[in-house]
């Protein structure tokens, strides 16, 4: 016996295949399959001309993905008539069904989307190819949907999916949102679920609470016998196809890893639980819907939730959802907080996951150079009289997808936020109250501080560094001091975790040219540990830290030499002096630039 992914998928090319637990399974296919978006629509400003564009993306029409759902809909309703296909039995590996089937999350109650505001319906519709798919997921920023990757694998959700938001019941549209890009972990594997994470991006931020992921410091929130509970609309019943029509949640206990080892292994006779990578919840299944609580087909991708936190991802269970003695399977998220934070937190002029290059000559002209890996393509003009800049950062500051930049002006000496609207593609220049401009050094690290917004790091003439807490709107909380007079004259730099650990960090240069990493914490009172040095003789001109360029899921480097030659250093997530691979060549005449970012 196989595990059973939670999805539910209508597929005319497998009704030829027996065997209940292949109906839910997606085809196979490469690993980190990721769908370009479009390149962002025009944009304009009240600093300076503005060419190409800076925020922004193209937004599918309400029509399209109104029929999208209605599509899959009507199929997977479908699907529950088709008695003579292998997809109609849902029997539980283990006989004795003599319960009432109940709703749902089996054992679970009704709850309202009211109570769970960052829960999404995903609906798939590719009529062409007669594939219906149905996923639950979390919203895990204004823009962000995480979800399984078993919910993603082989799909094109740009052009067939659907995200449907704000509502109870999958009878009823809410807010129907297109998505522009798709990532899943590069070493998923369909046949044995392991590494069943994914993120979607929305092509319009949604105005919805959203929930943040464990962390590898939430280690107490996986602690066994913990109360989690899990959300979904999945099917009514062990021996039903029908999706539930209101939104359910059930409250389960967490497991062992060993208790759920054990007793899954007994069930499929194969070790496909994977301990410290996967999670189980619930009590051991009486074989019937009568005194099981469990998820079941349709609650894929969706979140199980201890302490306000997304700590699982609803993966797999035995077929049937009941089977005598079995667990529901989850994700176990904070191992893969690291992959899947920076599709969270990205920020790039050409919206397909990779870090871009900002660079400004003499006369004031700022142009877009966009990734293609291990490569820039040409320089794209996106604006011009931009010569009062004496620095500027690449960010999303509220996460809603838009293309920010933190800058200082020359002018006035103060900080200034260039809001990029993805909506409409303007950008607005919004003066920063809370932060001076006066500080010597300014990086924007990312979340350091665990509370979901992106944060400032300064040093200040004295040497010591500070964390601004970030507000996520633009302004900032009161500073909390990490180093004490030890950072004089020094560069700070860095966007994400180059650490490994899921944390963010920090990087930091001396007038020695040697460079120091700050590993994060997670900690708002004391966010970083001590240093350690990772590098020794970078005399480069200009670092820019715009996260990851070569679209890995590592923070990554681009560097330019004195001679005008600009390299990339991929990250490693080693924290030691094989914190970056083997350097690559970018470019060389970039001397011409007297800004990049």
Same mark, same amino acid.
């Given at each position: 016996?196989?595990?059973?992914?939670?999805?539910?998928?209508?597929?005319?090319? &497998?009704?030829?295949?027996?065997?209940?637990?292949?109906? &839910?399974?997606?085809?196979?296919?490469?690993?980190?399959?990721?769908?370009?978006?479009?390149?962002?629509?025009?944009?304009?400003?009240?600093?300076?001309?503005?060419?190409?564009?800076?925020?922004?993306?193209?937004?599918?029409?309400?029509?399209?993905?109104?029929?999208?759902?209605? =599509?899959?809909?009507?199929?997977?309703?479908?699907?529950?008539?088709?008695?003579?296909?292998?997809?109609?039995?849902?029997?539980?590996?283990?006989?004795?069904?003599?319960?009432?089937?109940?709703?749902?999350?089996?054992?679970?109650?009704?709850?309202?989307?009211?109570?769970?505001?960052? /829960?999404?319906?995903? #609906?798939?519709?590719?009529?062409?190819?007669?594939?219906?798919?149905?996923?639950?997921?979390?919203?895990?920023?204004?823009?962000?949907? &995480?979800?399984?990757?078993?919910?993603?694998?082989?799909?094109?959700?740009?052009?067939?999916?659907?995200?449907?938001?704000?509502?109870?019941?999958?009878?009823?549209?809410?807010?129907?949102?297109?998505?522009?890009?798709?990532?899943?972990?590069?070493?998923?594997?369909?046949?044995?679920?392991?590494?069943?994470?994914?993120?979607?991006?929305?092509?319009?931020?949604?105005?919805?609470?959203?929930?943040?992921?464990?962390?590898?410091?939430?280690?107490?929130?996986?602690?066994?016998?913990?109360?989690?509970?899990?959300?979904?609309?999945?099917?009514?019943?062990?021996?039903?196809?029908?999706?539930?029509?209101?939104? @359910?949640?059930?409250?389960?206990?967490?497991?062992?890893?060993?208790?759920?080892?054990?007793?899954?292994?007994? +069930?499929?006779?194969?070790?496909?639980?994977?301990?410290?990578?996967?999670?189980?919840?619930?009590?051991?299944?009486?074989?019937?819907?009568?005194?099981?609580?469990?998820?079941?087909?349709?609650?894929?991708?969706?979140?199980?939730?201890?302490?306000?936190?997304?700590?699982?991802?609803? =993966?797999?269970?035995?077929?049937?959802?009941?089977?005598?003695?079995?667990?529901?399977?989850?994700?176990?998220?904070?191992?893969?907080? #690291?992959?899947?934070?920076?599709?969270?937190?990205?920020?790039?002029?050409?919206?397909?996951?990779?870090?871009?290059?900002?660079?400004?000559?003499?006369?004031?002209?700022?142009?877009?150079?966009?990734?293609?890996?291990?490569?820039?393509?040409?320089?794209?003009?996106?604006?011009?009289?931009?010569?009062?800049?004496? #620095?500027?950062?690449?960010?999303? +500051?509220?996460?809603?997808?838009? #293309?920010?930049?933190?800058?200082?002006?020359?002018?006035?000496?103060?900080?200034?936020?260039?809001?990029?609207?993805?909506?409409?593609?303007?950008?607005?220049?919004?003066?920063?109250?809370?932060?001076?401009?006066?500080?010597?050094?300014?990086?924007?690290?990312?979340?350091?501080?665990?509370?979901?917004?992106?944060?400032?790091?300064?040093?200040?003439?004295?040497?010591?560094?500070?964390?601004?807490?970030?507000?996520?709107?633009?302004?900032?909380?009161? @500073?909390?001091?990490?180093?004490?007079?030890?950072?004089?004259?020094?560069?700070?730099?860095?966007?994400?975790?180059?650490?490994?650990?899921?944390?963010?960090? &920090?990087?930091? @240069?001396?007038?020695?040219?040697?460079?120091?990493?700050? @590993?994060?914490?997670?900690?708002?009172?004391?966010?970083?540990?001590?240093?350690?040095?990772?590098?020794?003789?970078?005399?480069?001109?200009?670092?820019?830290?715009?996260?990851?360029?070569?679209?890995?899921?590592?923070?990554?480097? /681009?560097?330019?030499?004195?001679?005008?030659?600009?390299?990339?250093?991929?990250?490693?997530?080693?924290?030691?002096?094989?914190?970056?691979?083997?350097?690559?060549?970018?470019?060389?005449?970039?001397?011409?630039?007297?800004?990049?970012?």
């Amino acid at each position: 016996m196989r595990p059973v992914k939670r999805g539910f998928i209508r597929r005319a090319a &497998l009704f030829c295949l027996s065997g209940a637990a292949l109906v &839910l399974a997606l085809p196979a296919a490469g690993p980190a399959q990721a769908v370009d978006g479009p390149a962002r629509a025009g944009a304009s400003t009240a600093r300076a001309t503005v060419g190409d564009s800076v925020a922004g993306t193209t937004v599918t029409d309400q029509a399209t993905l109104r029929e999208r759902v209605v =599509s899959a809909g009507r199929a997977i309703a479908a699907q529950r008539a088709e008695k003579s296909t292998p997809a109609a039995p849902k029997k539980p590996s283990t006989a004795g069904d003599t319960g009432t089937p109940s709703p749902f999350i089996i054992g679970g109650t009704g709850t309202t989307i009211s109570t769970a505001p960052w /829960m999404v319906q995903l #609906w798939y519709a590719d009529e062409a190819n007669d594939e219906y798919y149905f996923c639950g997921g979390t919203l895990v920023a204004p823009n962000k949907v &995480l979800t399984a990757a078993h919910c993603v694998n082989g799909l094109d959700w740009r052009r067939h999916g659907v995200v449907n938001s704000g509502v109870t019941s999958t009878e009823s549209n809410g807010v129907l949102t297109g998505v522009t890009r798709q990532w899943q972990h590069a070493s998923y594997d369909d046949a044995t679920v392991r590494h069943d994470i994914a993120v979607l991006t929305l092509d319009t931020p949604l105005k919805r609470q959203w929930l943040r992921l464990a962390q590898t410091q939430d280690s107490a929130l996986y602690k066994a016998g913990t109360t989690a509970t899990v959300y979904g609309w999945g099917v009514t019943s062990g021996t039903s196809d029908a999706l539930a029509t209101n939104l @359910r949640k059930v409250s389960l206990p967490l497991v062992s890893d060993t208790t759920c080892n054990t007793a899954m292994r007994k +069930i499929l006779g194969k070790d496909y639980f994977v301990e410290g990578g996967m999670i189980c919840a619930g009590t051991p299944a009486t074989g019937s819907d009568a005194g099981t609580k469990a998820t079941c087909s349709g609650d894929s991708g969706g979140p199980l939730i201890v302490g306000g936190k997304v700590i699982g991802i609803v =993966s797999w269970g035995v077929e049937g959802c009941t089977a005598k003695g079995a667990y529901s399977v989850f994700t176990k998220v904070s191992p893969y907080t #690291w992959a899947a934070e920076p599709r969270i937190n990205d920020t790039d002029y050409s919206y397909d996951g990779r870090a871009d290059l900002v660079v400004r000559t003499s006369s004031g002209n700022l142009s877009a150079q966009t990734s293609k890996g291990t490569s820039l393509n040409p320089p794209t003009t996106i604006g011009s009289g931009w010569q009062s800049l004496s #620095w500027a950062l690449q960010t999303d +500051i509220d996460r809603d997808g838009g #293309w920010d930049f933190l800058l200082r002006d020359k002018a006035d000496g103060r900080l200034h936020l260039m809001k990029g609207d993805p909506a409409t593609g303007t950008m607005k220049d919004i003066v920063v109250t809370s932060v001076s401009g006066a500080y010597a050094s300014y990086a924007l690290p990312g979340d350091v501080t665990g509370d979901g917004h992106p944060d400032l790091v300064a040093t200040d003439t004295s040497g010591n560094g500070w964390v601004f807490p970030g507000k996520g709107n633009g302004e900032y909380n009161a @500073r909390v001091k990490f180093a004490t007079g030890s950072l004089k004259g020094y560069k700070i730099f860095g966007r994400g975790d180059y650490s490994g650990d899921g944390k963010t960090d &920090l990087l930091v @240069r001396d007038t020695s040219n040697r460079v120091y990493l700050y @590993r994060g914490t997670g900690s708002a009172t004391a966010p970083f540990s001590a240093r350690i040095t990772v590098r020794t003789g970078w005399n480069f001109t200009s670092l820019i830290a715009s996260g990851d360029v070569n679209g890995d899921g590592r923070a990554d480097i /681009m560097a330019r030499d004195p001679n005008g030659t600009l390299w990339l250093y991929p990250g490693t997530g080693k924290a030691s002096v094989d914190i970056f691979g083997p350097r690559k060549w970018l470019a060389d005449g970039y001397n011409k630039y007297n800004l990049l970012f």
